[in-house]
Each structure stands twice: as C-alpha cells, then as structure tokens.
C-alpha cells in the first residue's frame, strides 16, 4: 500500500508538538520485525527528534501526537499521565443502539500477543464514555471517549455492550457489504464481493490537550475515505434519517 508524504498528514504543527491524521493500515511504532514502515519512522525523518506521545491501533485512523522534543514530550506525556488528555473516537457498530452518556467501567486485562479481555478480577481499571451520533436501521454510528487508555478498550468494551465494531473481527464484528443495505445490489458471477471497509470502523475524531503550559487546543481529524464512505453509503441505503442530539 502506497503512502503520501508525512507533510499530507499535519493538521497542526509548532516548534514543539505535530499533530497528524493517521491513516488506516500503518502501524504507530515498529512492528516486532522492525522493518515495515510507520509513523515513528515517517515522523523521524521529517523531525529527527519526534516521538510518538500515545499511539493507535494499525487499523485505527485519526488524530495522533508527536512531540518534536524532550521537553514537548515530557509534557504530552503527564498530560497522559493524570488523564488531561480528552481523545474522542468514532465507531460504526452492529444493531441500533441509543447510548446517551453510557458509561462502561469494566477492567481489562492484557492476555500479552496484542490479546485483551474482561476480567473483574485481574484486569486493570478502564472506563469508557459512549453516546449515539446517529442510529441507522441495522447499525449506529457511535461517539466513544475513552478515559483510561487500555489496549483495545473502545473495541472491547463495545462488544461487551454486544455492540461490535463493524469488522472487528476479533470481538465478533462482522464487515459490511454492499450488497446487504442496497436492495437488488448483484455482483458478476465470478466475482467476489469485498466489504464496504477492509477494516474495523473506527477513527480517532479528535483530541484536546496543552500544546504548552498555558495553552489547551483541540484538533480533529476529517475521516478518511474509507470511513467517509461508509457513513455515506449508511444514510443513503440504511437510513432512518434520525440523528440523536446535536452531536
């Protein structure tokens, strides 16, 4: 898969702090092989001193920080620390679900090979705040904000919600395809028919936080085509034409 150039994806840069829009299917940091490209390495070769302040799921798009510096860094990272930082996500989920300040506080516990689970015993404190966006006949677009940042916890914690991400197939999400919203959609006959995304639905919107000591900003990442697509495709073949709130 072909990359643009690092520049193409700034949305906002100073002496100290880059914020990017991350696209799908390029990991945060080195794999365990150490060879494929990523962000890391993209944002080293722009700001030799970058590092990564937090990091996304190789799936997941959306707005990523990178400190240009120590010092930036450092300050991300408390921010981080004492949960300072507000990350709001997108998600396109299986079935119609009205989730108004839904807040899911189940621990997680980290199985080791990028594996997680529920477990009210041994897992780690994760809480996630949920709210609808808007409701379609067979499934929903979802704002998720995370308030700790376990791994895979909006994934997770929606599915316990039996509320999977369209394909996350790990929590038992399952891909869209076209030819189940548009009435009468036929594919050739030797063909094989791919999902609407080739990936699990969800994008990293927006983040908040201090670029320095005095001054807090919030960016927010347009979504990328894949994901623009199938919100489109949503209203047009799935729609109850209702939204929830002013979201």
Do not use: W
Not at 41 to 52: E, F, G, H, N, V
Not at 85 to 94: G, N, R
Not at 199 to 228: C, G, N, W
């Amino acid at each position: 898969m072909k990359f643009p150039k690092f520049e193409d994806y700034i949305l906002f840069e100073n002496k100290d702090i880059i914020v990017v829009n991350k696209p799908p299917f390029l990991s945060t940091l080195d794999d365990r092989d150490g060879n494929s490209l990523n962000m890391l390495r993209l944002a080293k070769k722009y700001s030799p001193d970058a590092q990564i302040c937090h990091r996304l799921d190789r799936e997941t798009s959306g707005a990523l920080i990178i400190a240009k510096n120590p010092e930036a860094y450092r300050l991300v990272s408390m921010q981080f620390e004492h949960r300072k930082v507000k990350k709001v996500y997108h998600a396109v989920i299986s079935g119609t679900h009205i989730f108004n300040d839904l807040h899911v506080d189940l621990p997680i516990l980290n199985l080791g090979n990028k594996n997680v689970a529920i477990s009210k015993q041994n897992g780690k404190a994760a809480k996630t705040i949920f709210n609808t966006i808007q409701y379609f006949k067979h499934y929903t677009l979802v704002e998720c904000m995370p308030v700790t940042g376990r791994m895979h916890q909006i994934r997770i914690h929606l599915a316990a919600q039996r509320a999977c991400i369209a394909g996350d197939e790990m929590y038992g999400g399952k891909p869209i395809f076209l030819s189940e919203l548009k009435r009468g959609y036929h594919i050739g006959k030797d063909q094989e028919e791919l999902p609407i995304m080739k990936r699990f639905a969800l994008h990293a919107k927006q983040v908040t936080f201090r670029i320095d000591e005095s001054t807090e900003m919030t960016f927010e990442a347009p979504y990328p085509k894949d994901f623009e697509t199938l919100v489109k495709l949503l209203n047009k073949f799935d729609s109850t034409n209702t939204s929830v709130g002013s979201k």
